[in-house]
T-cell receptor, first 111, second 113 residues
Framework: GENVEQHPSTLSVQEGDSAVIKCTYS??????FPWYKQELGKRPQLIID?????GEKKDQRIAVTLNKTAKHFSLHITETQPEDSAVYFC??????????FGPGTRLSVLP | ETGVTQSPTHLIKTRGQQVTLRCSSQ?????VSWYQQALGQGPQFIFQ???????GRGNFPPRFSGLQFPNYSSELNVNALELDDSALYLC????????????FGPGTRLTVL
């Protein structure tokens, strides 16, 4: 079955700097890759997603890149702000199967 | 458009008891998935319901069971509770099964003593 790894487990950046979180997956048939942000005590919220027929997707300060050959995808946050501090989860899905989540990255944006 | 809701928000049970958690899907969504999120970990897939039928199951024992109703709301039942069942239980709804966006509810925090 699918296995998703995520690095780093914790990440601290200065406000205004960029943050990059990387995930790798094992099932080459996976074709949908969402990213979720979870603030303390709150529900995971979908922030961006990418499908396997696209290499990059951007939404304001957030972007996701996908390398199908290497089976990894990354979340890029530019111009980080204190409100970006949260735990970020990546996930992978193969059509007809279930979502498999990574273990999460705790991002701290320092003022 | 109404978002995903769950009840109750918190629950305390003792070992061996049974619990029922409830989820109302977002309007227009016919698929509900349940996840267990232990502290400091990512959500783990329990099972999915699509049009009132189980449509996939993760690596959870049979004492975890579920239902989906005609209005697409869903229940998660856990029998013979164990200490390790203490976790945040999340449901997520999507427009249909397959590789579609999932939207999470706020979760039910279950503590087993």
């Amino acid at each position: 079955g699918e296995n998703v790894e995520q690095h780093p487990s914790t990440l601290s950046v200065q406000e205004g700097d960029s943050a990059v979180i990387k995930c790798t997956y094992s099932d080459s048939a996976s074709n949908y890759f969402p990213w979720y942000k979870q603030e303390l005590g709150k529900r995971p919220q979908l922030i961006i997603d990418i499908r396997s027929n696209v290499g990059e997707k951007k939404d304001q300060r957030i972007a996701v890149t996908l390398n199908k050959t290497a089976k990894h995808f990354s979340l890029h946050i530019t111009e980080t702000q204190p409100e970006d501090s949260a735990v970020y989860f990546c996930a992978a899905l193969r059509y007809g199967q279930n979502f498999v989540f990574g273990p999460g990255t705790r991002l701290s944006v320092l003022p | 458009e109404t978002g995903v809701t769950q009840s109750p928000t918190h629950l305390i049970k003792t070992r061996g008891q049974q619990v029922t958690l409830r989820c109302s899907s977002q309007s227009g969504h016919n698929t509900v998935s349940w996840y267990q999120q232990a502290l400091g970990q990512g959500p783990q897939f329990i099972f999915q319901y699509y049009r009132e039928e189980e449509n996939g199951r993760g690596n959870f024992p049979p004492r975890f069971s579920g239902l989906q109703f005609p209005n697409y709301s869903s229940e998660l039942n856990v029998n013979a509770l164990e200490l390790d069942d203490s976790a945040l239980y999340l449901c997520a709804s999507s427009r249909t099964s397959g590789n579609n966006e999932q939207f999470f509810g706020p979760g039910t925090r279950l503590t087993v003593l």
